[in-house]
């Protein structure tokens, strides 16, 4: 086991996360607990420094050379607006640009932030799965962010809607890196319920261990429901494939995973090796190899965007697993045993410590204390099992994962995973993304904004004829063949959803930003027989690192054109048909194209009214950035 001083002071971060005129909130992980300061560089302005000791920074032990800070910056004078500040971080009074020099844009200069006085633009972008073959959407930020001359024409912040990580579609080579750095970080052990193993250490050696893990439970009868809802033994052969085969299980291999997804220097630390395996399974390794190389050759850029850029997340399922709550009976089956539970649970813990706490840090004051209590008190390197099953028992009861931003326009950020309408009657059918009670909320957040942002994981306006396909396998008892996921899948949940939009006291003016479905495409949403508004925008920008199987999707969007058109009398049949939606035409599509395929990361920019006036999908393969134009 390496010694501490062998190791850098930092392993992933600096991630500036919510960031406000008196507050900073910025996220990092060291190999050891820090003695930080952050030095603040105002223009024609003093230079602060402030001693990050327990009272602006929180430090959760996940490892013996592995320490979550959670630096949280109260400031008693507000810090200026529409300029940029540099910062640094001093460890020992050395800064970012000894310990981290990838992290700055020009040589000597230290990082630095713009806090706007209002939206006049965003980036956005959903879905980075670092094994897939496309680039890397993130990278188009950090040109973006290079390219800037002045404060104004940088983004005010990143939106990341969902599917950050993949924890229940894991490459071969990924899987390797995460168990080579568990053993160089000394990341924490835990026991396991449930399984045919008794606790990490015997799951990262058996031979089940990679491309196998389905069958990591006991060869019994009741549980091949759970092999089948939840290992991906279901196939899918419209949406998605089944590739649970190396989902993550512990919480080190989650907490592993975000800081290999995030920064360059974890994969300085280890070597991995190939594990034993078949020929077939050889030849997928090698394949998955050449896109994993290629993820972590563009990590510096991507953590210089994380260090510039204020970036706020929400999860989506693959943050968790795929399907996460998408019935009644899949919740049934997933949380009635303990080893899916467990899986569950050390997922949304990494979510809490890695995501969830950057975006409203309030909210978190006793879960993070439980969680210090737990990973503060190992027994043999192992996190103590009722402890640790009861910090999962109240992390699966939260339901303050949503936020609201109080920017100009507000930014209201959904919550579409964990607060759903369960259908009662029949188990099987997908439950609705929210239910009454959070509907009703987000109403009262509404009201009286003449504008809002909305961000919702799953878009709120879809392709119809996607829907209808996923509507007819729901009908059939079949929702898991098709991520049979979207707003207007049920009932309930779609009226009230609609009837927000129509309440004469919400915003006049709605932009939706959403990712979730792999390809790019902008609606504007007209209520039909009520004048003056309100004027809805659907704006949808997946994947930041995948893509929609291009042959099928071609024919999706022909078939779409075709199917529903404005004039087409089968828009009567769906719960839209009091709203006039009118596509954006993407600028460089071919003839009549309406979806854009593409890994990349959308752009919008706002008026002073909070409309959109540009709306752009970047290109992370380099070409041109896609304008979607509105029709003449």
């Known amino acids: 086991m390496p010694q501490p001083d062998t190791l850098p002071a930092v392993i992933t971060g600096p991630l500036l996360r919510r960031l406000e005129p008196r507050r900073l909130v910025i996220w990092l992980v060291g190999s050891r607990v820090l003695a930080l300061s952050l030095k603040l560089i105002i223009p024609q302005g003093e230079t602060r420094t402030i001693d990050l000791d327990t009272t602006h920074c929180q430090v959760v032990p996940v490892g013996r050379h592995a320490f979550i800070h959670l630096i949280d910056v ?147 009868d009741s549980n091949e429901t759970l092999r089948e809802r939840f290992f991906g033994g279901v196939k899918k052969p419209i949406f998605t494939s089944s590739t649970a085969d190396n989902h993550l299980v512990t919480f080190a291999e989650v907490i592993a995973m975000y800081m290999l997804a995030w920064s360059p220097t974890p994969w300085t630390l280890i070597a991995p090796q190939v594990p034993q395996l078949s020929a077939e399974e050889h030849q997928r390794y090698a394949r998955e190899q050449v896109h994993i190389d290629k993820f972590r050759d563009g990590l510096p850029g991507v953590a210089r965007v994380f260090a510039h850029l204020s970036t706020l997340m929400i999860f989506d399922d693959h943050d968790i697993t795929d399907d996460w709550n998408l019935s009644a009976q899949w919740e049934e089956t997933a949380y009635g045993h303990p080893f899916s539970k467990r899986i569950i649970g050390n997922a949304l813990l990494a979510y809490m410590l890695c995501q969830g706490w950057g975006n409203q840090p309030d909210v978190f004051g006793e879960l993070l204390s439980q969680t210090q209590a737990l990973t503060a008190h190992v027994q043999d390197d192992h996190l103590q099992a009722c402890a640790h099953d009861d910090l999962l028992e109240t992390l699966l009861k939260f339901q303050r994962w949503h936020y ?36 009703s909320e987000l109403q009262q957040e509404l009201l009286d904004h003449p504008s809002a942002i909305i961000v919702s994981p799953a878009p709120i306006f879809g392709v119809k004829l996607i829907e209808t396909v996923q509507k007819v396998f729901s009908w059939c008892g079949y929702p898991l063949l098709v991520d049979a996921e979207n707003w207007m899948a049920h009932r309930g949940a779609a009226q009230v959803i609609l009837n927000i939009f129509r309440h004469s006291r919400t915003p006049g ?116 950035r896609t304008r979607m134009v509105a029709p003449e």
């Open 404 to 439: 609201v931003l109080p920017t100009t326009p507000a930014l209201v950020v959904l919550d579409t995973r964990t607060r759903r309408w369960r259908s009662e009657f029949a188990l099987k059918q997908p439950s609705g993304l929210l239910d009454w009670e959070a509907l």
């Open 509 to 624: 003016n709605y932009v939706i930003l959403s990712g979730d479905v792999h390809y790019s495409f902008v609606y504007e949403v007209l209520i039909r027989h009520r004048n003056g508004g309100p004027r809805i925008w659907q704006i949808t920008s997946s994947g930041i690192k995948n893509e929609f199987p291009p042959r099928l999707l071609e024919w999706f969007d022909r078939l779409n054109r075709w199917l529903y058109s404005p004039r087409s009398p089968l828009n009567g049949f769906t719960r839209r048909r009091s709203m006039q939606v009118v596509p954006h035409i993407p600028q460089h599509a071919e003839a009549g194209e309406r979806l854009w395929n593409s890994a990349g990361i959308g752009q919008v920019y706002f008026n002073q009214q909070g409309q959109p006036e540009a709306i752009y999908q970047h290109n992370a393969d380099g070409k041109p």
């Open 74 to 220: 109260q400031l008693d004078d507000a810090l200026p607006l529409d300029v940029a500040i540099g910062y640094d971080l001093l460890i020992d009074n050395i800064g970012i640009a000894e310990w981290a020099p990838h992290l700055l844009y020009a040589e000597n200069q230290p990082p630095n932030f713009v806090l706007h006085s209002r939206i006049r633009q965003l980036v956005h972008g959903s879905c980075r799965k670092p094994h897939h073959r496309a680039d890397e959407g993130l990278l188009c930020v950090d040109r973006l962010l290079a390219e800037a001359h002045t404060p104004t024409e940088r983004p005010a912040l990143l939106m990341m809607s969902g599917d950050q990580i993949y924890a229940d579609d894991v490459a071969g080579p990924m899987l390797r890196a995460i168990h080579a750095l568990i053993a160089r970080l000394g990341l924490f052990d835990e026991y396991l319920e449930g399984a045919v193993v008794d606790d990490s250490a015997s799951l990262y050696e058996h031979r089940a261990s990679y491309y196998h893990r389905a069958d990591l439970l006991p060869a019994l």
